[in-house]
């Protein structure tokens, strides 16, 4: 269960308001996506989720764990629990596919026998087996994205963050990659996705939490974009 309770983020002297006291909950293998106009306060959300910046007020709790009280020692651990994925990729481009999904385990001490069974596992999962030595520049968008949902899912976190990840996409990519956080979400991972395409809301019929101005204006069970 993740927990947002009464979360409020400004920033510099003049106080923008990026988050005006969010309150929201998220169960265990829900797909919920977050929309709203750009500056609504989206990634500000989720700065504070993965506890790369605090809340000026409020607090936010991870299975009764507030996570911005955990102590520094342990916060790789508790980021370990969520794969992040984002809007360009961020593939590291003088390593094959397989080498990116590899690093992010050599990154968590995971051992060579581990990775050369979960890596390939996890390439089949998003249906690139047979592009696993190619690199970053002879991929498309959507096999690309494809390979950054692998590396994001490899260490089995309980939590995909999808950031815009199909804002760089034509619509057939667009759907392959939402098919497949789909598919990752049928298995048990919670999914966590912003978007601006409509189409992807449309096609998910999941929650939809729709935020203006920082603060939550919408929250459908089985949302539409109405934007
Ligand atoms: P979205 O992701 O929905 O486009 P953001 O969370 O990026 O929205 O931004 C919300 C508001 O907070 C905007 O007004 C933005 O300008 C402001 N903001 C975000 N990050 C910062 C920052 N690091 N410093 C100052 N203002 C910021």
């Known amino acids: 269960m993740l927990y947002f309770e009464n979360v409020s983020k400004y920033y510099g002297k003049n106080e923008t308001v ?19 106009h750009s500056g609504a306060g989206k990634t500000t959300l989720l700065k504070m989720l993965i506890a790369e910046d605090k809340p000026t007020e409020g607090a936010i709790f991870y ?10 020692a342990k916060l790789p651990s508790f980021r370990r629990k969520i794969g992040t994925i984002f809007q ?34 996890a390439l089949e999962l998003v249906d690139l ?35 815009e990840p199909t804002g760089n996409l034509d619509p057939i990519a667009t759907y392959e990659v939402v098919q497949i956080l789909k598919k990752i979400n049928d298995l048990g ?33 089985h949302g539409k974009y109405l934007l």
């Not at 299975?63 to 520094?72: A, G, L, M, T, V």
């Not at 995971?110 to 990775?115: F, G, L, S």
């Not at 096999?143 to 309980?158: C, F, G, S, T």
């Not at 999914?191 to 189409?199: P, Q, R």
């Open 18 to 36: 990026a988050l005006d006291r969010v309150s929201f909950q998220i169960a265990p293998k829900e797909f919920v996506s977050i929309v709203g």
């Open 63 to 72: 299975e009764s764990q507030d996570i911005h009280k955990i102590s520094r």
């Open 88 to 121: 360009d990729f961020k593939l590291l481009a003088n390593k094959t596919a397989f080498e990116n999904v590899a690093f992010a385990m050599e990154a968590n001490s995971r051992d060579d026998d581990e990775i050369a069974m979960s890596v390939p596992q």
């Open 129 to 163: 087996s047979d592009k696993m030595h190619h690199f970053p520049s002879e991929l498309s968008g959507g096999e690309k994205q494809r390979v950054a949902i692998a590396r994001a899912l490899v260490n089995q976190p309980d939590i995909i963050i999808a950031d």
């Open 189 to 221: 991972t919670t999914v966590i996705l912003t978007t601006h395409n409509k189409g992807v809301i449309d096609i998910l019929e999941k929650r939809v939490i729709t935020m203006d101005g920082g603060r939550i204006i919408r929250d459908d069970r």
